[in-house]
């Protein structure tokens, strides 16, 4: 049985121009990929109302379509009323759905600030009401997403509770509920790194709701602060190692144990690196070896006091 156009869109076969448009609108927005990443039946729902809409926002081919069905459309039909003769050329979906999302919203971004152009029964510069009754999105709600070093290093999820303000059936009415936000946090986000969740604010009868935006921050840490792709120890090492030579132990965020020999003298200001032992370098490969550096800063511990014999031995060592 062929692919039912107007279910896919939620609609009757009497609905206007305006239904197709706002219904594409919705159900676009619902399940683009980028809103659920990684989820198949989300993505071929984007690509079943892109194709939906293709068809039946052509009043040509929607009139095929609704007189032959899927079948005729994409075969092709008898020019005229079913006379024999020259047929139709057969309709193929182009096969790319972000280009029927992009040529309605305007713009290769499918997120990027289109919620001014879009009247909330009709979308505006496709037969809108030329910016009257027209809805404003809220401005943005941020929220800091603060993530140990650990959870960035080895990537995890986290569940966020909100609560927000969502219509009632009646659509004049709302009511406060709760509801839980999936952060798929990737391996080496940095700080400053930002998820969107479109329209997750607050619901009225005039607004488009607000996105939810989380912001990364770094925990405090124990051990380590990180600077781009390093991460920073600061080793504390006596004076005497410090001219003498020493190795320095590590804990790393999986848990390793480094041992790191320091064969120099440690002088203010001198550091360590270590590489590929930093945070992992976030990349569309996501290649779990690549990573920063390990750098290792030096506090240097002077004794409090020194014997008469220790003062004697310093001077013989480091004055002659």
């Not at 156009?5 to 305006?18: F, K, P, Q, V």
Request: glycine share 10%; charged share 30%; aromatic share 8%.
């Amino acid at each position: 049985m062929g692919a039912d156009y107007y279910s896919i869109l939620g609609l009757t076969r009497s609905a206007t121009d305006a239904d197709i448009k706002k219904s594409y609108r919705k159900l676009s927005l619902k399940y683009h990929p980028e809103k659920n990443p990684g989820d198949q039946e989300a993505s071929d729902k984007f690509k079943g109302v892109a194709e939906a809409y293709d068809v039946l926002s052509d009043a040509r081919k929607r009139a095929v379509y609704d007189q032959f069905g899927e079948e005729g459309l994409k075969n092709g039909v008898p020019q005229g009323s079913g006379e024999s003769g020259a047929w139709t050329q057969g309709y193929t979906y182009h096969n790319d759905p972000f280009k029927t999302f992009s040529d309605f919203f305007g713009g290769n971004n499918p997120f990027q600030e289109f919620y001014d152009r879009v009247d909330g029964d009709l979308v505006m510069g496709f037969g809108g009401l030329d910016g009257r009754g027209r809805k404003q999105q809220d401005p943005p709600i941020e929220r800091d997403l603060f993530l140990s070093l650990e959870e960035v290093f080895h990537g995890c999820t986290k569940k966020m509770k909100i609560s927000r303000r969502v219509m009632n059936e009646d659509g004049h009415t709302s009511s406060i509920r709760d509801k839980i936000l999936t952060i798929t946090v990737k391996r080496g986000w940095k700080p400053g790194t930002k998820i969107t969740f479109l329209e997750e604010g607050d619901q009225g009868p005039n607004n488009v709701p607000a996105n939810i935006v989380f912001i990364v921050k770094d925990k405090p840490h124990p051990r380590f602060r990180r600077d781009e792709t390093n991460l920073i120890h600061r080793a504390k090492v006596p004076l005497g190692k410090a001219l003498t030579g020493c190795t320095v132990e590590i804990v790393t965020l999986d848990e390793r144990i480094l041992h790191i020999p320091i064969n120099d003298i440690i002088k203010p200001g001198y550091t360590k690196v270590v590489p590929g032992e930093g945070m992992p370098i976030s990349t569309d490969c996501n290649d779990p070896k690549l990573k920063g550096d390990l750098v290792i800063e030096f506090d240097i511990e002077f004794p409090t006091s020194l014997t008469p014999d220790k003062k004697d031995l310093v001077k013989r060592a480091l004055l002659h």
